[in-house]
């Protein structure tokens, strides 16, 4: 499987980078020491920033806001999902327990600002490719009606559209039968420490999803 990154969308915004984590798993329903970890650790630290900025201040929520705007989709109405999970937290309310991979992919983007999507690479047909979202598309989203994908950046394999940094369709959702995983994690920043980004991201995936053969790389 190839990722790849269109030429559409390094010209609007060509800092644009993918932070690729391929591995193999056995989903669980949760793991209570990621939640643990969550809720008095990085919690915590989100509320904390948050007493001093707004949500939408927060550096790389406020990159991926500025990216949205350059590809021409309007960030406060589709909103990048790590500025959803962050504005749970701001309200107090409980972040969504989903299964060990969902939950430790939702903890990198709390910690991080960026955007996380994870996809079950069996449900995926051929390569992969992050392009701009064409006028008229549009998906049925995860516990969503259909996401009006136009000028989105959305991943795409052979038979069309299937994720993005907002709103991930039902295609490659993972799900307790997945075993092959990719999780991606969106990055419109050029001021980023990525290596550091990728082992972090490493290390909760194995601890928390009890991830093995990992393959990690960076499309750019």
């Not at 650790?41 to 949500?55: C, F, H, R, S, W």
């Not at 327990?97 to 992919?105: A, E, Y």
Request: aromatic content about 8%; proline content about 3%; charged content about 30%.
């Amino acid at each position: 499987m190839n990722i790849s990154i269109s030429s559409e969308i390094k010209e609007k915004v060509p800092c644009t980078k993918l932070v690729v984590l391929k591995y193999s798993v056995e989903v669980k329903e949760q793991n209570a020491d990621l939640w643990q970890y969550m809720e008095e650790k990085i919690i915590p630290a989100v509320e904390n920033e948050l007493e001093t900025k707004n949500v939408t201040e927060i550096k790389n929520v406020a990159s991926s806001r500025k990216a949205y705007k350059s590809f021409g989709k309007d960030p406060g109405r589709y909103r990048v999902s790590s500025e959803a999970l962050i504005r749970r937290i701001k309200q107090g309310k409980d972040l969504y327990k989903i299964n060990t991979v969902v939950d430790t992919n939702n903890l990198i983007s709390v910690e991080s600002g960026f955007s996380v999507g994870s996809y079950d690479i069996d449900n995926v047909n051929g390569d992969i490719t992050l392009k701009l979202g064409k006028a008229g598309e549009s998906y049925k989203g995860i516990g969503k009606d259909s996401v009006n994908i136009e000028n989105l950046p959305v991943l795409c394999d052979n038979d069309g559209p299937f994720g993005s940094p907002t709103s991930d369709s039902e295609k490659a959702m993972i799900t307790l039968n997945s075993k092959n995983i990719v999780t991606l994690i969106y990055v419109f920043a050029d001021d980023e420490d990525i290596n550091s980004l990728i082992t972090k991201a490493e290390g909760y995936i194995k601890k928390y999803a009890n991830a093995e053969n990992i393959e990690k790389f960076i499309v750019e």
